[in-house]
């Protein structure tokens, strides 16, 4: 889905934006991105020409297409055009890059999460067992951000009780992520790599 805004670059207070196209792209690459934002263009001023030089500022994603889009093909539409990417897309791809660098870590907290899903009695000895104030690990989702370093940050804080919790009380099932736990919870460079994420932070 390709959503198109537009505003007014103010020097003195932020502008306001408007959403004035939304489009399904049947295939979503550099060609179809230009094609898009100059017929929406187009679209928008009709019937005056596009003022292709009051054009100045474009802001995406970091993805390849739009970078290729925006610096490439509509520059050569839009003289003025300054291209830059999303600062939040980009601290985004950070927490991707350590999610990758921690494939031990990102197990645990993809079985950890298996382990109490759709689980009522698994969560009721977990609230029964750990300390009053420690709440179920936040649950990690790719599409939102920060959520699994703030997973990993949680199994830094409480990783010795989960490893009880789960080493001593839980059985394994046929699930195989309480099997696939108690593995990783007792590989030595787990805490260390947990540690060293918060310390990040």
Avoid at 46 to 71: C, D, F, R
Wanted: with cysteine; proline share 5%; glycine share 2%.
């Amino acid at each position: 889905m390709a959503n198109f805004l537009i505003g007014c670059l103010n020097k003195s207070a932020p502008g306001k934006y408007y959403l004035i196209a939304c489009k399904q792209l049947d295939k979503v690459n550099h060609v179809t991105m230009v094609r898009f934002i100059n017929d929406t263009f187009m679209n928008f001023f009709l019937p005056e020409i596009v003022p292709t030089n009051k054009i100045l500022l474009m802001v995406s994603n970091a993805a390849s297409y739009m970078v290729k889009a925006g610096q490439q093909l509509l520059k050569v539409l839009y003289p003025n055009l300054v291209h830059v990417t999303c600062l939040a897309h980009g601290l985004n791809r950070v927490v991707e890059e350590i999610r990758n660098s921690f494939p031990t870590v990102n197990s645990l907290i993809s079985n950890v999460k298996k382990i109490f899903l759709k689980s009522p009695l698994r969560i009721q000895i977990y609230k029964e067992k750990l300390p009053i104030n420690t709440h179920l690990s936040p649950e990690p989702i790719i599409t939102r951000w920060l959520t699994w370093l703030n997973a990993a940050c949680f199994y830094a804080e409480h990783s010795l009780p989960i490893k009880e919790l789960i080493i001593l009380s839980f059985e394994e099932t046929n699930i195989g992520a309480i099997s696939k736990c108690k593995s990783i919870l007792e590989n030595r460079s787990l805490h260390n790599e947990l540690c060293f994420i918060k310390l990040l932070l």
